[in-house]
Structure formats: structure tokens, C-alpha cells
């Protein structure tokens, strides 16, 4: 149980471009969601943490406009980089919530802008 | 203010023998404390994780912890690495929505 998917697992675009991130629980209604951020050799960065139904609270230092998040459904958050620019290539990471206090994290996706 | 550190960035060890990983945190309530396992390109894994009782906490793949309390320490501990145990570690205290996560210590294990 407690499964998170994590769609498309690597993407290449280019630059001025955007991308889509889906994150999915898969057999849990996430209650929270989060999105963090992954440099090489780095421990992760929450970017922004969202609810179902409202507005995401993003980090200090994260471009809201950069990086949209959506959390349209207990089950279903996107991010959507876009005008990506090369900086933005990184690994993205989700997790989700069920109302516990423990986070289920999705394997990932490596963006690459090229 | 939270943080969380684990003071050894990588450490080496030889297959069979014992592993000890550090984390120590500062956090200003009763921390939940979570200790993960990244493999290179993939997600975290939870090894384990305390909230209250036991303060030695038994995980996945032969590992435990234990949370002191007066040393605001969750050492992670497994007594016989295994070659597939290479990975990077995190530590991560928080509570609710607020997750803090160490830097990560990267262990390679040698034949």
C-alpha cells in the first residue's frame, strides 16, 4: 500500500518550453502533497507543499509563476515547469500525505533542458 | 530554528561489517524522525521511523535506530552491510507539514 507514481520518469525540452510532472497516489487519497527539488549529490529542497482544492504555499526563494502546482484531486498534483531554462534541469520529487504523519515519496523525475 | 545534520558525507565500509550512520537534529517540539534510502535515479524509501514508545526502532533490510532523546540524536545501525545496502542516507525530523531533511551521508560498500 501507500503507492506513489511519479509521470513521465525522465523528459528532455527545450529550452523556453514547458513541462508537465504528474504525481499520482495510488491507492491512498492524499490529503497533502508536496514537491521538492534534488540537485546532484544534495539532499531535497521542498519547493512548495499543496491541498486538494486550494492554492499551494511555496518555499521562499521558489518562483510561484515559474512553477505552477496543481492539486486538483485527492489523488492527482502536477507541476508545471515552464519557460524552462537549462537551471531548471534537476531531479523533481513528490510526496504525498493520507493524513498520517508520514510522507510516501514517488521515484522521481529527471527534467533535462537542453 | 529545525535543521537536521548527519556529520559523515560518505563512509566506507566493507561488506559484512557493522554501519553506523550519524543524524542529529534541532527542532523545537518532539520530532517524528524518519531515516530514507535513495538508490542513484530513484526515489526515498522509508528504512524507518519513530513518532513515541521504544526509543529503538527496528526498520526494513536488518536496519535500526535509536532515537536519544538527550543527545537529540537517530543514529541509524545495521551490524552486517550487505554490497546492495550502497546508497544515500537521509535523516528527516518534522511534524505535519514541516519536513526537514540532512544533507544525506553516501555509503559505499567494498568487497
Given at each position: 500500500g501507500a503507492v506513489v507514481s511519479q509521470h513521465p520518469s525522465r523528459v528532455i525540452c527545450k529550452s523556453g518550453t514547458s513541462v508537465k510532472i504528474e504525481c499520482r497516489s495510488l491507492d491512498f487519497q492524499a490529503t497533502t502533497m508536496f514537491w521538492y527539488r534534488q540537485f546532484p549529490k544534495q539532499s531535497l529542497m521542498l519547493m512548495a507543499t499543496s491541498n486538494e482544492g486550494s492554492k499551494a504555499t511555496y518555499e521562499q526563494g521558489v518562483e510561484k509563476d515559474k512553477f505552477l502546482i496543481n492539486?486538483?484531486?485527492?489523488t492527482l498534483s502536477t507541476l508545471t515547469v515552464t519557460s524552462a531554462h537549462p537551471e531548471d534541469s534537476s531531479f523533481y520529487i513528490c510526496s504525498a500525505k493520507d493524513g498520517s504523519y508520514e510522507q510516501y515519496f514517488g521515484p522521481g523525475t529527471r527534467l533535462t533542458v537542453t | 530554528a529545525q535543521s537536521v545534520t548527519q556529520p559523515d558525507i560518505h563512509i566506507t565500509v566493507s561488506e559484512g561489517a557493522s554501519l553506523e550512520l550519524r543524524c542529529n537534529y534541532s527542532y523545537g517540539a518532539t520530532p517524528y524522525l524518519f531515516w530514507y534510502v535513495q538508490s542513484p535515479g530513484q526515489g526515498l524509501q522509508l528504512l524507518l521511523k519513530y513518532f513515541?514508545?521504544?526509543t529503538l526502532v527496528q526498520g526494513i533490510k536488518g536496519f535500526e535506530a535509536e532515537f536519544k532523546r538527550s543527545q537529540s540524536s537517530f543514529n541509524l545501525r545495521k551490524p552486517s552491510v550487505h554490497w546492495s545496502d550502497a546508497a544515500e542516507y537521509f535523516c528527516a525530523v518534522g511534524r505535519y507539514n514541516q519536513f526537514y531533511f540532512g544533507t544525506g551521508t553516501s555509503l559505499t560498500v567494498i568487497p
Open positions: 492539486h486538483a484531486s485527492l | 513515541s514508545g521504544d
